[in-house]
């Protein structure tokens, strides 16, 4: 498939196709929540490694997670001093999140705001998206669409060829993930954003 427009992109994202486009960190793969398991097909990734909800905004995500009114101060004081950004909270999931974007029910969902104006005019069209990076299970995440369309001939990915001719999009480091476990943060991963705990 050749790399696609926006539109199209957004287009077949919202006919429940798999699609690749920048973020902040590394590109995505992403689909509808309900259609999660097409992105396990597609990079062959084990279903005990859960997908990310990737919305375009903080508010977005209040239907997906589920807390007391303390537990989501504290996570909304901690989303307004890094989102957008390069931050994965993984939080209590709600019954709203598609049993597909985590196969081993472990209760709890991750959730970014990408700080990438073109990854979020996106989501602003299609909604929240489980997303996770475009690459095979156990490679390397791919940084270039011209490659992800290589490699993923199959899904639309989004042309960014002119943006790419003076640099990458993105800064190439995977988000920090950090997990609420009740009484504070759990640093899960160490990426491209230090948390002051």
Do not use: H
């Amino acid at each position: 498939m050749p790399l696609v427009t926006a539109a199209a992109l957004v287009d077949q994202a919202n006919n429940g196709q798999v699609v690749s486009f920048p973020t902040d960190t590394v590109p995505a793969l992403a689909a509808q929540p309900d259609a999660a398991p097409l992105i396990y097909q597609l990079k062959r990734r084990s279903p005990d490694k859960p997908l990310i909800l990737m919305t375009a905004s903080l508010p977005e995500i209040w239907d997906y997670v589920v807390g007391s009114e303390t537990e989501k101060a504290q996570w909304q004081a901690i989303a307004q001093q890094y989102w957008p950004g390069a931050l994965t909270l993984v939080l209590p999931a709600s019954e709203k999140v598609s049993a597909a974007m985590n196969p081993t029910n472990s209760g709890t969902i991750g959730v970014r705001v990408p700080d990438l104006a073109l990854a979020q005019g996106i989501l602003r069209e299609t909604g929240p998206l489980a997303t996770t990076s475009a690459n095979r299970s156990g490679s390397d995440p791919l940084e270039w669409m011209a490659a992800i369309a290589k490699e993923f001939p199959e899904i639309p990915v989004l042309d960014c060829t002119t943006q790419e001719r003076t640099s990458k999009i993105g800064s190439g480091q995977p988000s920090t993930v950090a997990q609420w476990t009740g009484s504070g943060w759990r640093i899960l991963r160490q990426g491209a954003v230090s948390l002051n705990l």
